[in-house]
């Protein structure tokens, strides 16, 4: 069949809402895909987006009840689960996104580094984002693709090192550029400048790189005035200024960006790409990804460069679990249900942010008869996770799910109080359950002096 007949036969499949053919659709190699997407009109598109998302909700809720059912299994606890076919699905919707833009996506691993999953996700994106030497060195050795780094401040005696793993630098001030620019661009490296866009919608203040006194990003007055002298050995800009947001926050922050820095991008044709940064929530469901690949398609056209973006949470966003075991139930007003699993040690976002993750087969109201408050194991009072109603009263050897834990806890956790860190297991797309690495004493110890 001709790429027209193949086109016409994906068409009358969106037009009928038949996801059946999404399988195949997504084994094509990448130029056959695109070929096709080009024969489809804008309506098609839209259709087709409606019904991977759909697709993609589908496979999760069935998979989420597959959480439950390992952890009323005999299973060691805790444990963060990591699944790789929910994994396969957000890379499917990111790549999507390339497939439509032409932009290239990068994970972040500052927010997942398990590197067991990352033969599924190498498949599918252009590599990673690091924050400095270690994350560079693990993207290079373990994912084998493009590695970004930026970081606030290089120490000198680690720049050969990160250079070495490195395909681009990008620099937080003309100072550091100064210094370590010319280095990277002799051993053939990429060389970027972070700036301020300038505005951001994001409202804890402690996750806004745009906020008052940000140390991140060169601000606009101090870009104009130093560029020219540094201009041609720039190679690209990275701003980064959304957390856990909506294309539409994306538009505004790109207004802002645009004002500041587009004459910049108009003017110098050593300017071959823009980094968006990270936060773009792609695959939550109610994500807008129409109007992201309109925003890139429309920032390609008019500055002739190569957009990046840097999801991390977007990466393994729903595809893992926390499982964690009711050690005890204790009363104080009302009930505490005291579990292996610690907010301050395993879930730290739990109390920085703050926010309360959602448990499986519980409910947020009072719809449910049986209301606890969920802590852990630790010394710290503030050792809670959140209150949480159950259709049936808990006892000590219950096990609770929490959902969404595959981002910013592994990479963040701690041995606090020397408790255990979580084991790490992946279920493998053939069903089977690997543990990958379990923890005890020694890993306390070698923390320690």
Same mark, same amino acid.
């Given at each position: 069949?001709?790429?027209?007949?193949?086109?016409?036969?994906?068409?009358?499949?969106?037009?009928?809402?038949?996801?059946?053919?999404?399988?195949?659709?997504?084994?094509?190699?990448?130029?056959?895909?695109?070929?096709?997407?080009?024969?489809?009109?804008?309506?098609?598109?839209?259709?087709?987006?409606?019904?991977?998302?759909?697709?993609?909700?589908?496979?999760?809720?069935?998979?989420?009840?597959?959480?439950?059912?390992?952890?009323?299994?005999?299973?060691?606890?805790?444990?963060?689960?990591?699944?790789?076919?929910?994994?396969?699905?957000?890379?499917?919707?990111?790549?999507?996104?390339?497939?439509?833009?032409?932009? $290239?996506?990068?994970?972040?691993?500052?927010?997942?580094?398990?590197?067991?999953?990352?033969?599924?996700?190498?498949?599918?994106?252009?590599?990673?984002?690091?924050?400095?030497?270690?994350?560079?060195?693990?993207?290079?050795?373990?994912? $084998?693709?493009?590695? %970004?780094?930026?970081?606030?401040?290089?120490?000198?005696?680690?720049?050969?090192?990160?250079?070495?793993?490195?395909?681009?630098?990008?620099?937080?001030?003309?100072?550091?550029?100064?210094?370590?620019?010319?280095?990277?661009?002799?051993?053939?490296?990429?060389?970027?400048?972070?700036?301020?866009?300038?505005?951001?919608?994001?409202?804890?203040?402690?996750?806004?790189?745009?906020?008052?006194?940000?140390?991140?990003?060169?601000?606009?007055?101090?870009?104009? $005035?130093?560029?020219?002298?540094?201009?041609?050995?720039?190679?690209?800009?990275?701003? %980064?200024?959304?957390?856990?947001?909506?294309?539409?926050?994306?538009?505004?922050?790109?207004?802002?960006? $645009?004002?500041?820095?587009?004459?910049?991008?108009?003017?110098?044709?050593?300017?071959?790409?823009?980094?968006?940064?990270?936060?773009?929530?792609?695959?939550?469901?109610?994500?807008?990804?129409?109007?992201?690949?309109?925003?890139?398609?429309?920032?390609?056209?008019?500055?002739?460069?190569?957009?990046?973006?840097?999801?991390?949470?977007?990466?393994?966003?729903?595809?893992?679990?926390?499982?964690?075991?009711?050690?005890?139930?204790v009363e104080n007003k009302k009930k505490i249900a005291i579990i292996d699993a610690s907010a301050e040690a395993h879930m730290p976002d739990v109390?920085?942010?703050?926010?309360?993750?959602?448990?499986?087969?519980?409910?947020?109201?009072?719809?449910?008869? %049986?209301?606890?408050?969920?802590?852990?194991?630790?010394?710290?009072?503030?050792?809670?996770?959140?209150?949480?109603?159950?259709?049936?009263?808990?006892?000590?050897?219950?096990?609770?799910?929490?959902?969404?834990?595959?981002?910013?806890?592994?990479?963040?956790?701690?041995?606090?109080?020397?408790?255990?860190?979580?084991?790490?297991?992946?279920?493998?797309?053939?069903?089977?359950?690997?543990?990958?690495?379990?923890?005890?004493?020694?890993?306390?110890?070698?923390?320690?002096?």
């Amino acid at each position: 069949m001709d790429l027209k007949g193949k086109a016409h036969c994906v068409y009358k499949r969106i037009i009928e809402k038949d996801a059946s053919f999404l399988t195949d659709f997504f084994a094509l190699s990448d130029k056959k895909r695109k070929e096709i997407l080009e024969q489809l009109d804008a309506k098609a598109l839209e259709c087709l987006t409606n019904i991977i998302k759909t697709s993609k909700q589908k496979i999760f809720d069935e998979h989420h009840k597959k959480f439950l059912e390992i952890a009323s299994a005999n299973i060691n606890t805790p444990v963060y689960l990591i699944d790789e076919t929910l994994v396969e699905e957000n890379m499917k919707v990111l790549r999507y996104v390339k497939d439509r833009t032409g932009c $290239k996506i990068l994970h972040a691993l500052k927010a997942y580094a398990t590197f067991a999953t990352f033969p599924i996700m190498r498949k599918y994106l252009d590599g990673v984002c690091a924050s400095g030497l270690n994350e560079a060195r693990l993207g290079f050795e373990k994912f $084998k693709k493009e590695v %970004h780094t930026f970081g606030a401040a290089y120490k000198h005696e680690d720049m050969e090192d990160i250079i070495r793993y490195s395909d681009v630098l990008i620099f937080n001030s003309f100072y550091q550029l100064e210094n370590f620019g010319n280095l990277a661009k002799e051993k053939g490296k990429g060389v970027g400048i972070r700036v301020n866009p300038g505005y951001s919608d994001i409202k804890v203040e402690i996750y806004n790189p745009c906020a008052p006194y940000s140390r991140l990003g060169i601000i606009y007055e101090i870009f104009k $005035k130093q560029y020219n002298k540094f201009s041609h050995i720039i190679d690209g800009l990275h701003f %980064h200024a959304l957390c856990e947001q909506n294309a539409d926050s994306l538009e505004r922050v790109l207004d802002s960006f $645009k004002k500041l820095f587009g004459p910049f991008l108009m003017k110098n044709k050593n300017l071959k790409w823009v980094n968006f940064g990270g936060g773009h929530h792609i695959t939550r469901d109610d994500y807008d990804i129409e109007l992201l690949i309109s925003l890139i398609r429309d920032f390609k056209r008019d500055f002739k460069v190569q957009v990046y973006l840097e999801p991390g949470e977007a990466s393994v966003l729903n595809a893992g679990v926390l499982i964690a075991t009711v050690l005890d139930i204790v009363e104080n007003k009302k009930k505490i249900a005291i579990i292996d699993a610690s907010a301050e040690a395993h879930m730290p976002d739990v109390l920085l942010m703050p926010y309360r993750p959602y448990v499986l087969n519980s409910s947020e109201e009072e719809k449910k008869q %049986h209301d606890y408050r969920i802590g852990g194991p630790s010394c710290l009072a503030g050792d809670i996770i959140g209150d949480y109603f159950f259709d049936k009263p808990l006892k000590p050897g219950d096990k609770i799910v929490f959902k969404d834990m595959a981002l910013y806890t592994i990479v963040k956790n701690t041995t606090f109080n020397g408790i255990n860190l979580p084991d790490i297991a992946v279920i493998k797309k053939s069903g089977e359950i690997k543990v990958i690495k379990s923890f005890g004493y020694r890993d306390y110890q070698s923390r320690q002096s």
